[in-house]
């Protein structure tokens, strides 16, 4: 069985730093494609960095140079340093698993499994 499982999340104040974890079960964690999301109530969930299988990264342009993605092959788990956090960047944060499809990096369509999500809430 499958399973994402976020945390890390909570209240930051502006400039300060998160890091969120997502704890990988059910697959081949190495050789997965990864990525964040983030959604705020009534809009999109957007995506923000991914970790590819061949250990490319990418950001959107709002967290780059921010945010950091990463993946501990030890722990199953893939990371989200984020620093200099700003109110824009409060949201539900999701990571999602494995593409099913072509498509962008950041698209919600491309990717077969997902977290239940954790709260990032930054306040000024």
């Known amino acids: 069985q499958v399973r994402l499982e976020e945390s890390g999340g909570g209240s930051a104040q502006t400039g300060g730093s998160l890091t969120l974890s997502c704890l990988v079960s059910?697959?081949?964690?190495?050789?997965?494609?990864m990525a964040w999301f983030r959604q705020v109530p009534g809009k999109e969930r957007e995506g923000i960095a991914y970790f590819d299988s061949l250990a490319s990264t990418g950001y959107i342009d709002s967290v780059k140079g921010r945010f950091s993605i990463s993946k501990d092959n030890a722990k199953n788990t893939l990371i989200l340093q984020m620093n200099s956090l700003t109110p824009e960047d409060s949201a539900m944060y999701y990571c999602?698993?494995?593409?099913?499809?072509?498509?962008?990096?950041?698209?919600?369509?491309?990717?077969?499994?997902w977290g239940q999500g954790t709260q990032v809430t930054v306040s000024s």
């Open positions: 999602a698993a494995e593409r099913r499809s072509l498509g962008s990096w950041f698209s919600t369509q491309v990717y077969k499994y």
């Open positions: 059910g697959l081949s964690f190495r050789r997965i494609s």
